[in-house]
């Protein structure tokens, strides 16, 4: 991981973890004092994780999220349910880097629904490669009439015998939004959401 992306990381982590126990401190009137003394810490500690001179480690997390629960501003279940899909959702996805755009395709992980291939389907990756000038025109022509990003995913699918609907239907959700957040930067690029949720005239 780069230093750069490291760095946001650390910014988002240590941001969520302080504005949680800022509103535990609110919720429940306590001091800085009485609050780092519950989560078995010191003062000095939340300093650093709020100036991110230091981050949050798993144990700080837990302490936090134990405390949350005991003063009943945390439902464990539906919270740490929401937490797994993100999870989920994060590990999925593909990175595609400057090279996979140069050679135009990339090899995508997949994982399916049952745990398994079935006989005959790829087992654990697929290739998506970016369609010529024609097909792409052609997308961007149906994208604006229904906004199926399933065909962009298709479309750039190979072998195209895999390119049918029974295969992504096989797929976890999680796999099957990676394949199409994939499939859709390769063919309009890393920005594409972005670009294609500007209004008509914005640069």
């Given at each position: 991981?780069?230093?750069?992306?490291?760095?946001?990381?650390?910014?988002?982590?240590?941001?969520?973890?302080?504005?949680?126990?800022?509103?535990?401190?609110?919720?429940?009137?306590?001091?800085?004092?009485?609050?780092?003394?519950?989560?078995?810490?010191?003062?000095?500690?939340?300093?650093?994780?709020?100036?991110?001179?230091?981050?949050?480690?798993?144990?700080?997390?837990?302490?936090?999220?134990?405390?949350?629960?005991?003063?009943?501003?945390?439902?464990?279940?539906?919270?740490?349910?929401?937490?797994?899909?993100?999870?989920?959702?994060?590990?999925?996805?593909?990175e595609l880097t400057?090279?996979?755009?140069?050679?135009?395709?990339?090899?995508?992980?997949?994982?399916?629904?049952?745990?398994?291939?079935?006989?005959?389907?790829?087992?654990?990756?697929?290739?998506?490669?970016?369609?010529?000038?024609?097909?792409?025109?052609?997308?961007?022509?149906?994208?604006?009439i229904d906004e199926?990003?399933?065909?962009?995913?298709?479309?750039?699918?190979?072998?195209?015998?895999?390119?049918?609907?029974?295969?992504?239907?096989?797929?976890?959700?999680?796999?099957?939004?990676?394949?199409?957040?994939?499939?859709?930067?390769?063919?309009?690029?890393?920005?594409?959401?972005?670009?294609?949720?500007?209004?008509?005239?914005?640069?």
């Amino acid at each position: 991981m780069s230093t750069g992306k490291k760095r946001e990381n650390i910014h988002a982590d240590n941001t969520a973890f302080f504005s949680r126990v800022e509103k535990l401190k609110l919720a429940k009137n306590w001091t800085w004092e009485e609050i780092a003394k519950k989560l078995q810490v010191s003062r000095m500690t939340l300093h650093l994780i709020k100036t991110e001179k230091s981050g949050v480690s798993k144990r700080n997390l837990y302490r936090l999220e134990q405390l949350e629960m005991q003063e009943g501003l945390r439902s464990s279940g539906a919270r740490n349910l929401i937490e797994a899909l993100v999870s989920n959702f994060e590990d999925a996805k593909v990175e595609l880097t400057s090279s996979d755009f140069d050679r135009g395709y990339i090899e995508a992980p997949i994982k399916y629904a049952r745990g398994e291939p079935p006989k005959g389907y790829p087992t654990s990756a697929i290739r998506l490669a970016r369609p010529d000038l024609k097909s792409s025109g052609k997308l961007i022509a149906e994208l604006l009439i229904d906004e199926d990003h399933e065909k962009v995913t298709l479309t750039c699918i190979q072998p195209q015998k895999f390119a049918t609907r029974e295969f992504l239907n096989m797929l976890t959700p999680f796999s099957y939004q990676a394949l199409t957040e994939t499939a859709m930067a390769l063919v309009f690029g890393v920005n594409w959401r972005k670009k294609l949720n500007k209004a008509p005239g914005q640069k």
